[in-house]
């Protein structure tokens, strides 16, 4: 069936295309929360709210750009919504940072070789404020002045949050890591 008349059908209330939908997309959803919540009942419960403003919704989606990019937006910001529900998210504010650019070297020996199951898992490890700028800014690339908005934060503090996080990564790394690609 075609994107148009999944639509469609979800529109009209019809179960089968709501299932449809939901079965193309639930697993990928389901992902993107764990980076969220490392707890496996939060991110379900995450993508269920989702999907429930995904499906109460679907009549202003305008399939202009990716139904998929649409879905997953909505279901971000729920899991950040759950999040700050939850209350979890703890930030250390500072009062200035100019542009923060880390010493994060994305092109490191070290960090090319490590499989994205581990460095979502060292992601986990981080606290939850480093983790959720991280993943918003990095992973599903939400510039500074969203994150700020969405999390109700400065900007100052979104960047602070993302350069720790990255440092903390980095640190991370080299310490599990390091002595595996360095030859003595």
């Known amino acids: 069936m075609n994107e148009k008349a999944l639509i469609v059908g979800c529109l009209q209330h019809n179960r089968k295309h709501q299932k449809e939908l939901y079965d193309i997309y639930s697993k990928q959803m389901y992902n993107v929360c764990l980076r969220y919540h490392s707890d496996a009942d939060l991110a379900k419960e995450a993508m269920q709210r989702g999907f429930i403003k995904v499906f109460s919704n679907l009549h202003k989606y305008k399939s202009i750009g990716n139904l998929g990019g649409w879905i997953r937006t909505i279901v971000v910001r729920t899991a950040i919504d759950l999040i700050k529900e939850r209350k ?8 200035s940072v100019a542009d923060v650019h880390s010493d994060w070297n994305e092109n490191d020996e070290t960090s090319s070789h490590i499989d994205n199951q581990s460095l979502l898992g060292l992601l986990s490890e981080l606290p939850i404020g480093y983790k959720t700028v ?5 992973i599903d690339e939400i510039k500074h002045q ?5 999390l109700n934060i400065s900007i100052s ?6 350069h720790k996080a990255r440092k903390m990564l980095q640190s991370m790394i080299q310490k599990n890591y390091g002595n595996i690609y360095h030859n003595p």
Not at 134 to 138: K, R
Request: charged residues 25%; negative net charge; glycine residues 0%.
């Open 146 to 150: 969203e994150i700020a908005t969405l």
């Open 88 to 95: 979890k998210l703890q930030f250390e504010d500072i009062d």
């Open 134 to 138: 991280f993943t918003m800014y990095v």
């Open 157 to 162: 503090t979104s960047r602070s949050q993302l």
